[in-house]
């Protein structure tokens, strides 16, 4: 019945021997060695050194299997479609080695509805509208004003600042909050008082590449590495 | 015809491939098969009585009680050079951390129009249903539409002498004469599901609970890495005996305590 015309035996052979490279580049590439070339971008700073596996899970299932049920979703007979290929990334993957007790601005807070406008400026529920992943840098939010969606009312009595908070966000001067406050809380620093000590922009907008860190070291919590999260999970 | 004839046999074998495997197996809903016993409103009165007892008892014996002993209380009791423990409102947040952790969809934050922070200031509908919680101390409900989330307030009252003294004296503070049975605040809930089985119910109790004893555990690791300030007893005491403070477990026993003849009231009610 699939009896090759002679006149084809040439595209027939080359027909196979696409499949059987096709193939074999498919499983190269899914070996630890070719991460690289798998990545849609450079690795964030501090995450050089993770696999794929660390965020991107297997979706439940085989590949057949997740098209048949995505189909299947897709005629009305199943209520729910499922992953293809991997699991969705979420804050609860980042939050498996970044969760952190002293978190002052903690995803999940922006949750509460009286963030719903600050929200649609800046989606604070979710790490990776500042941190977007595979752009081989720390910090991706693309204005450093952000603190005023929600910080407009900010009156700090004794004011310890040579020039006020007050007077800051008078003058829309968003930028500076960053230069004395990270906006985690997770460096143990001391803040400065005077404006012109405050850590320039120059600094901070490096750092946010991925550079130096103007706040120091030392921190509260260290995220973990990849071996220490893997250890979690046999727990 | 021929081809037709290929192309229906290679379809029909890449139908019974695709089918061979079966899809992937269904989620099973946790209620599969099991009655909702509660609205979703009845469990966040029980789970909001519950935070009240809580709150309370952690506000009047071991905020208050703590302080005439001596012992510290501040915003930045994380920070390592401030050995003090949480305030009561970072006790809640506390609390709302934990559970975010736990597999329970539920939400908890705390609100104010007059908060400590301006960034905890009401805004929106919740600031419309503070209005009304504050005229009659009423739960107000409502379904968050872009969130698809169940949601609902309760009147947070200045239930101890420690809650009005602390806000009225606090540097950053917006009012200065709140007095005792103020509503100072309110909570707000929030839950996916519009009803819950009995299971979901106690899940939602337990992750509360779970919670409290978290974050109280963590304060008591913040007081094991005290350096200057005098470290209480940890034990079966409270502060007002001396300087003392109860573990975790006395802790949460003394609330179940306090919180189990209300809960356990709603619990058997259902399954009569």
Redesign the interface.
Known sequence: ??KVSPLRKRQFLGGIIGLVLGAFICYILTLEATEDYVSIGPMNTGHQDLNCFACHAD????L??????N??HAVGA???G?DFGTQDVTVDNC?QCH?R??DRH?T??F????F??AVQHIDATTCVTCHTEHEGERVSVANINYCMN??Q??????DPLDVSHKRLIAKEQWSTCIQCHDFHGNH?YDVPEKLKDTIPMKLIQHYFEGGEDPYGSNK?YMALSQEAWLKTLEN | MKTIY?FSLLSAFGLL???????????KSATGGVENAFSVEEVLEMVAKENDITRTLYTKAIVGKGKKQGMKFDEDW???DVEAGPLPALFLR?V??SI??SPVPL?L?L?SDFPVN??N???????ELFTEIKKDQKPQFFY?E??KLH?AMFADLASAGACVSCHNDH??TSKTDWKLGDVMGAT?W?YPKDSLSYKETVAVLNSYAQGTVDIYL?YLDEIEAFKDSEKPEIGKKWPAEGNYLPTAEVFLDSVKKLTSYETMKHLVAANE
């Open positions: 019945m699939f979706a439940k299932g085989n057949l299997q997740q098209v048949q049920s189909i299947a199943r209520d729910e499922v939050l969760d007790p002293n903690p999940y807070r949750s509460e509805p009286r719903k406008e929600c910080h009312d900010l009156d700090v009595e004794n143990r509260k | 290929k491939l695709l089918n061979a495997c079966g899809g992937v197996p269904e989620e994380r920070k390592d506390g709302a951390t975010r952790k939400g934050y609100g301006a960034a200031k009401f805004e929106g509908k919740q600031a968050d872009d969130q949601t540097p950053q707000t929030q963590e």
